[in-house]
């Protein structure tokens, strides 16, 4: 099915476990980002990709890894998960120009406990 | 750094009756993409509508306008005939459309969102 998916859409875990949130896209566009919205906040930016092998930084990175092997792909790792970071997580794509608009998979509810 | 701001953290509006979203960023930039997003109780983001800096022409989706003042840095959100279905979360957002290299970002910036419920 063409669109953006994430997997699993819940998941609880263990304060200390790697945990892993995947997300695919179909469309073949350029950029991706990984969001966590909790009440109070929004939406607030954890990493994005410009393109394969490029990822930076965004407003909440700490705790978390990401890597873009494949343009298609583009996994969220939580490598020793803490109640803190119990949050629903949304991953997004975008073409880049000319409509720069984002689209969301269907977000990934964690509770870490 | 860009900021955008919805004043509304909660509107009300009767069915089938016209509710206006506000939204204002800050930006000295003058080329850029605004957005408004819709998060219903599904929790999915849809995208609602579109605007570009550079066009004059307010954008329209349907039932959904937007009210675009460049020089004022203000971008409402105006759903007309509203509809039980319109209930939900609407951020505002803000995307840089310039170089890297001349100050711009490849983030969306967006703002905290205004709840809207419709009453039957």
């Known amino acids: 099915d063409a669109g953006i998916t994430q ?6 875990t263990e304060t200390g476990r790697q945990v892993t949130l995947m997300c695919h896209q179909t469309w073949s566009h350029s950029y991706m980002f990984w969001y966590r919205q909790d009440l109070g906040h929004g939406l607030r930016l954890i990493y994005y990709s410009a393109a394969a092998d490029i990822t930076d930084k965004g407003e909440v990175p ?6 873009r092997s494949k343009t298609e792909n583009f996994p969220l790792t939580l490598e020793s998960a803490t109640r803190s970071q119990t949050s629903v ?14 689209y969301f998979g269907p977000g990934t509810r964690l509770t870490v406990t | ?10 509107m009300s509006v009767q069915e089938a009756e016209t509710v206006t979203l506000s939204c204002t960023y ?38 959904f306008s937007v009210n675009f ?22 951020f505002c957002a803000y995307r840089s459309v ?12 967006f703002g905290k969102g205004t709840k809207l419920t419709v009453n039957p």
């Open chain 1, 7 to 12: 997997s699993p859409r819940y998941k609880i």
């Open chain 1, 62 to 67: 700490d705790g978390y890894v990401v890597s």
């Open chain 1, 89 to 102: 997580y949304f991953c997004a794509s975008e073409p880049g120009p000319p409509t720069y608009e984002q």
């Open chain 2, 1 to 10: 750094a860009q900021t955008v701001t919805q004043s509304q953290p909660e």
């Open chain 2, 26 to 63: 800050d930006t000295s930039e003058s080329d850029y993409y605004l957005f408004w997003y819709k998060q219903p109780p599904s929790r999915q983001m849809i995208l609602v509508i579109r605007q570009e800096a550079y066009k004059q022409q307010n954008a329209t989706e349907n039932r």
């Open chain 2, 69 to 90: 003042q460049k020089a004022a840095k203000s971008f409402s959100l105006k759903i007309s005939d509203s509809q039980l279905g319109d209930a939900a979360m609407y």
């Open chain 2, 98 to 109: 310039s170089l890297i290299t001349q100050g711009g970002s490849e983030k969306l910036v």
